[in-house]
């Protein structure tokens, strides 16, 4: 079984500020990680390459630097990894990220499955993993919290709000999954050496042959027309004494002085 996990490096959202003045997120000194439900997605990957056998490959795109949280992949045990890196594809949407990514996948080829984590936490738009399946024209399975493999189907179990669902689907597939479905292992010092040792290739936008309308900022329909931190609210804790009548009148002052009501 050929397995692709797609990753991202995101800003610890622990230490995340927004500028003032264009209300981007600050990056510059920030530190970046995976993001946590990509971690979830290759922990995903390697439990069905131990399994059922086969090969796994991790794809990220982004500044060279992103290339950590692929080594990171590779050391928990991924095989090989892609990073997508072009200043062609900056300033991209979701629409203009999956894009690429699906071409990646084109060029690999072979696939059986496709794993994604939900979302993203600097975004959380949920849209870059079933964005990747439409572009390849497969389907799509989301908010997976287990999975399996029956006869070259993938049967997943869905974590919906107010119930579960089973869904068994042909390969290859994508599925994107939650954080319910595992807990990431820690890379091992002896999985950090072999990850040194794993290819590693550096893709462009010709390398993958990417249509330049669809790419970057000219390829991004969508733009956020702005970005703010909503005011911080008084956390204080309240104590209320008296008859229950003046209890609930200071209440409702209180929910009122706060717009809640």
């Known amino acids: 079984m050929k397995i692709l996990v797609f990753v991202k490096q995101v800003p610890d959202t622990d230490d995340v500020k927004l500028d003032p003045r264009t209300g981007n997120l600050m990056r510059e000194g920030v530190q970046s990680i995976m993001n946590p439900l990509d971690a979830n997605a290759v922990e995903t990957a390697i439990k069905l390459k131990e399994e059922y056998g086969g090969t796994i490959t991790a794809i990220s795109m982004g500044p060279p630097q992103a290339d950590d949280v692929l080594k990171k992949a590779l050391a928990m045990g991924c095989d090989e990894s892609v990073l997508l890196s072009d200043r062609a594809l900056g300033g991209a949407d979701t629409l203009a990220t999956g894009y690429p990514l699906a071409k990646a996948a084109e060029k690999i080829g072979g696939y059986?499955?496709?794993i994604c984590g939900r979302h993203a936490v600097d975004a959380e738009t949920a849209q870059t993993g079933p964005i990747i399946a439409g572009f390849l024209d497969i389907p799509q399975v989301t908010?997976?919290?287990?999975?399996?493999?029956?006869?070259?189907?993938a049967v997943?179990?869905?974590?919906?709000?107010?119930?579960?669902?089973?869904?068994?689907v042909r390969m290859p597939a994508l599925i994107t999954v939650c954080q319910e479905i595992n807990t990431p292992r820690y890379p091992k010092p002896?999985?950090?050496?072999?990850?040194?040792?794993?290819?590693?290739?550096?893709?462009t936008a010709?390398?993958?042959?990417?249509d330049p309308a669809m790419i970057?900022?000219?390829?991004?329909?969508?733009?956020?027309?702005?970005?703010f931190e909503p005011p911080k609210r008084n956390t204080d804790t309240k104590y209320f004494t008296g008859p229950i009548e003046d209890v609930a009148k200071q209440i409702v002052d209180v929910f009122q002085a706060e717009n809640l009501i």
């Open 112 to 114: 059986d499955l496709l």
């Open 143 to 153: 908010l997976v919290d287990s999975v399996k493999i029956e006869d070259g189907y």
């Open 206 to 210: 010709k390398d993958i042959e990417c």
């Open 190 to 203: 002896a999985g950090i050496m072999k990850a040194l040792k794993k290819p590693r290739y550096v893709w």
């Open 216 to 227: 970057g900022v000219s390829g991004s329909p969508s733009m956020n027309k702005k970005i």
């Open 156 to 168: 997943c179990t869905r974590l919906l709000p107010d119930r579960t669902e089973t869904v068994r």
